[in-house]
T-cell receptor, first 115, second 116 residues
Framework: GNSVTQMEGPVTLSEEAFLTINCTYT??????LFWYVQYPGEGLQLLLK?????DKGSNKGFEATYRKETTSFHLEKGSVQVSDSAVYFC??????????????FGTGTRLTIIP | DAGVIQSPRHEVTEMGQEVTLRCKPI?????LFWYRQTMMRGLELLIY????????DSGMPEDRFSAKMPNASFSTLKIQPSEPRDSAVYFC??????????????FGPGTRLTVL
């Protein structure tokens, strides 16, 4: 079945540091890949997405590239801010021709940025 | 658009009591999902509906849990009787499902349930 493995947290960085949160997946075919973010006291919201190999998703300075050869979708940001403190979830859905209404989530990585 | 609406935002109850959580999905979305989030188990999918019909309830932990969707704009998740281990944040999410090329799910703010 499908699965997502995320880097264990928590992760603590200083402001303006470089961020990488690792995510690898197991799935048949070409799933769509997502990063969701959960700010304190809120629900999850979509941060970025990629739907085919070599696609790069980007939003709010965050980027992730769909790597089919390494089955990875690592999240990166060049200079983090205190406001980026949140829990980040990697997720996948099956390809559209298999029915992609469900998402498989990773366990989440808690990120704390200190000034 | 108001987004996904959940009520109540916080619920504190005593063991053995019935608890009902409510969700209003985004208008036009035909998929609705109920999730539970705890520190120990992370984010778990409990059940999801398509056009008001339950499609997969394999994540519902026990018979004490039940979910309904009587119409396209309302769903409930009921726990009867509640137990302390049911304490968690319960999220509702909705999506366009296969009508969306990206399959984005939109989450509500969650209901924080505490069972004493």
């Amino acid at each position: 079945g499908n699965s997502v493995t995320q880097m264990e947290g928590p992760v603590t960085l200083s402001e303006e540091a470089f961020l990488t949160i690792n995510c690898t997946y197991t799935a048949t075919g070409y799933p769509s890949l997502f990063w969701y973010v959960q700010y304190p006291g809120e629900g999850l919201q979509l941060l970025l997405k990629a739907t085919k190999a070599d696609d790069k998703g980007s939003n709010k300075g965050f980027e992730a590239t769909y790597r089919k050869e390494t089955t990875s979708f690592h999240l990166e940001k060049g200079s983090v801010q205190v406001s980026d403190s949140a829990v980040y979830f990697c997720a996948l859905s099956r390809p559209p021709n298999f029915g992609n209404e469900k998402l498989t989530f990773g366990t989440g990585t808690r990120l704390t940025i200190i000034p | 658009d108001a987004g996904v609406i959940q009520s109540p935002r916080h619920e504190v109850t005593e063991m053995g009591q019935e608890v009902t959580l409510r969700c209003k999905p985004i208008s036009g979305h035909d998929y609705l999902f109920w999730y539970r989030q705890t520190m120990m188990r992370g984010l778990e999918l409990l059940i999801y509906f398509n056009n008001n019909v339950p499609i997969d309830d394999s994540g519902m932990p026990e018979d004490r849990f039940s979910a309904k969707m009587p119409n396209a704009s309302f769903s409930t998740l009921k726990i009867q009787p509640s137990e302390p281990r049911d304490s968690a944040v319960y999220f509702c999410a909705s999506s366009l499902g296969l009508r969306s090329p990206y399959n984005e799910q939109f989450f509500g703010p969650g209901t924080r349930l505490t069972v004493l």
